[in-house]
């Protein structure tokens, strides 16, 4: 119930801050940070310091887990009023090694070590302008990262020690899901949550088989490079168009112009004083015309000794 009730009260102080959503329209820029999971993957030693794993009687093969560690992405695109943005990222990611296990035969292992990553994307998104407060969206990308084993290692009691160590780049992907809020008090500006997952071919690393400061055989690993991250952002158009002005008012149309006053003349025939036909068909028009207009003028005018 705290919680529900947390989750209103949160909700009903952000919807002043929210702004009307409107497609991006110009270049804008963002940055956004959160968690990030590397996926495990088994990392097998290859090459030379295989075959001297194997002569020993050691497993050449092993799996890495990681720690939940960092991701971060600076961002600069362009919207194109209708949805549609194009967009290029800088990132990084950061993981400790949680533990290396496997290579049987080499005993128990203390393991240690930290994987980054880091590289430039080129993405393409679509905003989903469906009325609501947020913008749905979605977005793929491809691009180049750079991956590197720091000291990642798994020692063994007897002080021998599985090694590690190196950078690899190759090629990447990844897709993207995400909401924006508009910030009514500052135009253009967003706050983003998204996940995003990002993967790239294998990279090759330098690895080597120590005892002590001495190394008896050198090989290479290929891990798998897998990343799950939940990031929370900003991002902020640098033109935001004004809103578009609102109908003119409709002005009334203008009153009908009365119609002019006429002046209706009736004629008496010689020397007579009642009324003609005619006369009478005049009058009466006078008459229906009187309740259309402010003034009727009737004119009588006739000869008459009687």
Request: proline residues 7%; glycine residues 12%; without cysteine.
């Amino acid at each position: 119930m705290r919680l529900r009730t947390s989750l209103l009260a949160a909700t009903m102080l952000a919807l002043p801050l929210a702004a009307q959503a409107q497609p991006v329209n110009g270049v804008y820029i963002g940055a956004g940070a959160g968690v990030n999971f590397l996926q495990g993957t088994d990392i097998d030693v290859q090459g030379g310091a295989a075959n001297f794993l194997r002569a020993n009687g050691v497993s050449p093969s092993g799996k890495a887990d990681f720690d939940v560690g960092f991701a971060g992405v600076l961002s600069v695109g362009y919207g194109f009023g209708n949805g549609f943005r194009i967009e290029a990222e800088g990132n990084f990611r950061t993981n400790d090694v949680d533990k290396l296990s496997g290579y049987r035969g080499f005993g128990p292992l203390r393991s240690a070590g930290t994987v980054r990553s880091y590289g430039v994307m080129a993405n393409t998104f679509y905003d989903f302008n469906v009325g609501w407060p947020v913008v749905p969206y979605v977005g793929v990308g491809a691009g180049y990262v750079w991956t590197e084993y720091d000291d990642v290692r798994a020692t063994a009691a007897n002080g021998g020690n599985i090694r590690i160590d190196g950078d690899d780049g190759q090629f990447a992907y990844q897709a993207i899901a995400g909401l924006s809020l508009p910030i009514s008090a500052v135009p253009g500006l967003a706050i983003t949550a998204e996940y995003r997952f990002l993967g790239t071919l294998q990279p090759e690393i330098s690895s080597e088989i120590r005892f002590g400061s001495t190394t008896v055989a050198r090989g290479k690993v290929e891990a798998d490079n897998y990343n799950h991250s939940i990031m929370l952002g900003l991002r902020y158009a640098l033109y935001t168009p004004p809103p578009p002005a609102p109908p003119a008012p409709v002005a009334p149309a203008p009153a009908a112009a009365p119609a002019p006053a006429r002046t209706y003349l009736v004629f008496f025939d010689w020397d007579r004083a009642d009324l003609t036909d005619r006369a009478r068909q005049i009058i009466a028009e006078a008459a229906q015309n009187s309740t259309r207009v402010q003034a009727t003028r009737i004119e009588v005018a006739g000869h008459a000794d009687r």
